[in-house]
């Protein structure tokens, strides 16, 4: 867009028109800069938080700050350096560690930002979701969807530490932040390691139950499925690699039922690459976060190379070029924001012609 000005500064007419403008509360479309750039000017950067600070200060965390009824989960936001100081880790995702000491229970609440989880280390925890208790091991995906009650509880003697990803950036874009603290926890108990969630909808691959336990109810607008545990995933990508003979494999969580995303906002894909070619370099509209879950890897973002190790976890904003390359097999978490561009109609997304350039 244009950024002329208008504004003649001898012209008292006009002086006297921008003033009453200005006082009516109106701004002229003419005189705005920045409004419409060639391109977003995107502020959040690409940026790693390496597992080795994130495991040390999350467990200080456990030994320093105990979980309270009417404290937060305990829980360390991945904060963007280019976001001026907000808990986000991109504009419009945010990712975190959270650390569930041995005996301990985070209380009962829920919110419409969607939440996931996607399990690093430790065992014996697990997650009540709406009433439906889901056990989380190293490797699952974990969906507590927008309003749906959660609390988690670790009757085990290991912590548990695990990746949080939500929606909060778009929620509170649109105004639309609700939250409350649910009724008293339950019991801090072992649980049964298959939820009922998944005794519906992951009985055999593509098989949906006729008539849900839901019966006729309109289905909901996130997965019914709340837990995609690590064997099955591992399992898909094992499968990809062998089917195509290439080196890199990535599969996508979705909502049994209908093929989409899991959640309206968010999506998950797991990605397996082994030591090969680096791969093609893309942009696309919409941000991500990267969480390593094991292996050795080199990320290039906006032609800065980040070397990823299991834990790590790495922002990547809209628009900026991407590739890796695998140093040893390598599993990446992603979650990005991609289902709502799409429902926009704004999702663009380029290879380039050739590499990034690496400085
Ligand atoms: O575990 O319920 O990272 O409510 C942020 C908000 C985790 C949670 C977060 C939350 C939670
Ligand atoms: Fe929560």
Redesign the pocket.
Known sequence: MSTRRFAAPDDPALDQLYAEVAEADLQPLWTQEGLMPGAPPITDVAHLWKWKTLRGLAESSGSLVPIDRGG??R?L?LSNPGLGGLPFATTTL?G?V?YLGPGEV?PA?H?TPA?LRFVLEGEGVWTLVDGDPVSMSPGDLVL?PSWRW?E?HNPGDTPMLWF?G?DIPMVRALDAVFFEDGPDEMTNRAVDPVSSAEQWYAGAPGLVPVAGPGGAAAPPAHSPLLAYRWAGTDQALTAQLAATGRSDAAVRFTDPTSGRDVMPTLRCEMHRLLPGPRTPSTRRTGSSVWVTFRGAARAVVDGRAFELEAGDMLAVPSWTGFDLEAHEPTDLFRVCDTPVLEALGLYRENTLDRHQDVS
């Open positions: 937060d989960r829980v936001s945010w975190a959270q985070a609440h919110h939440a507590t959660h988690h949080d939500l």
